[in-house]
């Protein structure tokens, strides 16, 4: 059973560039949650997405963030005309409900 | 809103000892509390998780105990070996929502 994967690893983008974040879920999973970890700061909470819906975005930036969940294919967050302050690492993970969360390998986010 | 401490940030050991990590949370009433462990550069890779009726979860030499009621919950890792070495973080998930809220992580270094 794959876990959690997310793509790219490693994410170059110049300032004012978009960026797409990737994330299949474990098998069998359908909640996915987006967390970001700033440098030398902990794991905040982004947003939380069911199968087509969001379902709690409270931690999101209003601001040039969006995820999404479609029917088909992984989750993707995308970042609108990135700034350095969105250098980052993004992770995403999955569960089955409220219970244990399995977390990706991150993406690293770096803005030039 | 939660607030999840964890005490010391940094820890080093010498190979073999008994240790223990400390987690603090600020709302007593949460669903369940996670332990993670990161290592540089990777992701978070799931330890233990204990339900909120629970007082404790065993998985080999670690051992993690909850009391809800002082806020508190401890990581004890026997017989540590250099292959402990790593960031381990505590989450806790509240009553409403699924989302983490996490501490800062305590970074342990496991000397030969």
């Known amino acids: 059973n794959a876990g959690v994967m997310q793509n790219p690893r490693h994410l170059v983008r110049r300032r004012g560039q978009e960026a797409r974040l990737r994330c299949s879920p474990m098998?069998?999973?359908?909640?996915v949650y987006w967390y970001r970890q700033l440098p030398e700061e902990g794991l905040k909470f982004m947003v939380y997405?069911?199968?087509?819906?969001?379902?709690?975005e409270s931690g999101m930036p209003k601001e040039r963030f969006s995820a999404e969940f479609p029917k088909e294919g992984p989750s993707i967050l995308r970042i609108q005309q990135v700034v350095r302050g969105d250098s980052a690492a993004y992770f995403c993970?999955?569960?089955?409900?409220?219970?244990?969360?399995?977390f990706g390998p991150g993406t690293r986010l770096t803005v030039t | 809103k939660q607030e999840v401490t964890q005490i010391p940030a940094a820890l080093s050991v010498p190979e073999g000892e008994n240790l223990v990590l400390n987690c603090s949370f600020t709302?007593?009433?949460?669903?369940?509390l996670q332990w993670f462990r990161q290592d540089p550069g990777k992701g978070l890779t799931s330890l233990l998780l204990?339900?909120?009726?629970?007082r404790e979860q065993t998985s080999g030499r670690l051992n993690a105990s909850l009391d809800k009621s002082s806020g508190r919950s401890t990581l004890y890792i026997a017989a540590s070996q250099p292959g402990d070495s790593a960031t381990y973080l505590c989450a806790v998930m509240g009553n409403a929502g699924n989302m983490l809220t996490f501490g800062g992580g305590t970074r342990l270094m496991v000397k030969p």
């Open positions: 997405l069911q199968k087509e819906n969001i379902i709690d």
């Open positions: 098998k069998g999973h359908s909640h």
């Open positions: 204990i339900q909120s009726s629970q």
């Open positions: 993970a999955s569960s089955t409900g409220r219970d244990e969360q399995y």
């Open positions: 709302d007593s009433a949460i669903y369940n």
